[in-house]
């Protein structure tokens, strides 16, 4: 079993000391990325073998150019993967953190994932930093468009306003990141008492300087990953375990007299210092 799948529970030991943190923090931010919802089913980006970007080339499908180039090709490409995450369902690590919003005093989650999870959870504090999959936009006045007809030549839909193609709804490689969504997202970083960072390489920025910010700030960070990461030497707290084990686990500890926090299992807690 590959430590990205589904599988039975271990108990995950919880720092004494990092569960009241959080159970104390008054400001807390959560990161993720696309490792959160690889117990849901939906691929990685960088893990070797199953990671999108070992199998597709990223600047063949995910940059402006390549649409330009081959506007078909990268539609389909989105539209592929628009299909394949409508059945997926939110995983433990997703309502874990939804779990987390209702009992701490302020909360964000920043994701870097496309796939609509965390919102479909039950997240409201939520800013999606590289967009959204399920959603399409005109390719000339960034409209979002909720109805368009599949053309029959080979060629994209166009917008019914301006008849301009169509894209997804989501940020590529060479692209800004939205304005207002990054804004939010460093302002609370910059403010936050605790950042959980979970399922990503932390190798993308702007979204990986997020860490970075809540660091330098005096936050006490947290990584959730069953890897390595870039961000591994500056974290205070590592889980090496999946989010869908790792994340509820860490509520349960953090609020261990309320049953409905992070699901029903008894939270396993170690004495001392961080779980690294
Ligand atoms: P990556 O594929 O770069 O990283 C996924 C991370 O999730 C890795 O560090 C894995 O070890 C970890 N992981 C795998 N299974 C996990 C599990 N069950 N629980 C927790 N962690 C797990 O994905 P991102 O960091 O999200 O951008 O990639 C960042 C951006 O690069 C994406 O948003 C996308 C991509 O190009 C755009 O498309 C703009």
Known sequence: MSPSSPGVAQPI?????????????????????????????????????????????????????????QPKVVWDWYAMRRDAIRDVQP???HRALVDLERRAPAFLLATQNVDGLHGR???????????NLARVRCSRENRVVERWDEPLDDLPPR?????????????????????????????????CDLMIVAGTSAEVHPAASLPLIAKAAGARLVEVNPRETALTPLADDVLRAASGLALPALVRAAWPHDLH????????????????
């Open 91 to 93: 995983n433990d690590g």
């Open 159 to 191: 917008c019914p306003h301006c008849g301009a193609f169509l894209r997804p709804d989501v940020v590529w490689f060479d692209e800004p990141l939205p304005a207002r969504a990054l804004a939010l997202a460093e302002d609370e970083a910059s403010r």
């Open 13 to 69: 030991a919880i720092a004494a000391s990092l569960a009241e943190a959080l159970a104390s923090a008054q400001r807390v931010v959560a990161m993720t990325g696309a490792g959160v919802s690889a117990e849901s089913g939906i691929p990685t980006f960088r893990d070797a073998l199953t990671g999108l970007w070992a199998r597709y080339d990223p600047l063949a499908l995910a940059t402006p150019s390549a649409f330009a180039r």
């Open 121 to 131: 959870a039950g997240t409201r504090a939520l800013v999606e930093l590289h967009g």
């Open 261 to 276: 926090a992070g699901g029903s299992a008894p939270p396993a807690r170690a004495d001392g210092g961080g779980a690294k």
